[in-house]
């Protein structure tokens, strides 16, 4: 490969039950206050690259809000010779947090990895390849709402070079519909009385 190869995913998310598809098929549905954990798979060429970065974008507001909640380095290909090389692998924290809107939530996260050099062997492997993981919080904000389609962009750069990958998500939200009814049968009470009422809660949302 010439330029740099990217692929983004969703390894896990903090509700199982949530689960996929209650929007779109195979598609993975969030909620608010879930975390979800992104996986990017960067293939670098044989070789010198120069200035190489990762650069992953949350959905911000009108589409959206999620935060980053943490950023690392899963793994380097045992090929690869980096600049600006990570002190350790997940949990071990790379990768700068930034904020590009003006709400309270870090949004962007960059990994600069500095001019990488990949051993020349003739073979595209994940000995070529750096994995990096960035966990994210779906925020209670009101740009979330039910059925909302989101995409999570990442960007691969090495000199003027670029390529992009995507994760895609859907938000569902719960409705509750609570309703309330006296349980005892009677009309009448007198002060001091025992009132029992029942409380019910069903889910009429996703």
């Known amino acids: ?123 595209e492997n994940n000995k070529d390849q750096i994995v990096l993981q960035v966990v994210a919080k779906v925020e209670g904000e009101a740009a979330n709402q039910d059925g909302d389609q989101l995409v999570n962009s990442v960007s691969a750069k090495t000199g003027s070079n670029s390529q992009t990958g995507s994760a895609d998500f859907d938000i569902v939200v719960p409705v509750l519909e609570i309703n309330g009814n006296k349980t005892d049968g009677s009309d009448y009470f007198a002060p001091g009385g025992l009132l029992v009422y029942g409380i019910s809660y069903q889910n009429t949302g996703t």
């Open 1 to 123: 490969i010439s330029d740099p190869a990217i692929a983004k995913s969703i390894t896990s998310t903090s509700i199982a039950a949530t689960g996929p598809s209650e929007h779109r098929a195979t598609i993975e549905d969030l909620t608010i206050g879930e975390e979800v954990t992104f996986e990017i798979v960067v293939t670098l060429p044989e070789g010198n690259s120069a200035a190489v970065t990762v650069t992953d974008n949350l959905p911000t507001s009108p589409e959206g809000v999620l935060s980053v909640l943490s950023s690392c380095v899963t793994s380097v290909g045992s090929n690869l010779t980096l600049t600006n090389n990570p002190a350790g692998t997940c949990p071990t924290s790379f990768g700068t947090h930034n904020n590009t809107d003006a709400d309270a939530y870090s949004d962007q996260v960059v990994f600069d990895f500095g001019d990488v050099t990949n051993t020349v062997d003739g073979v």
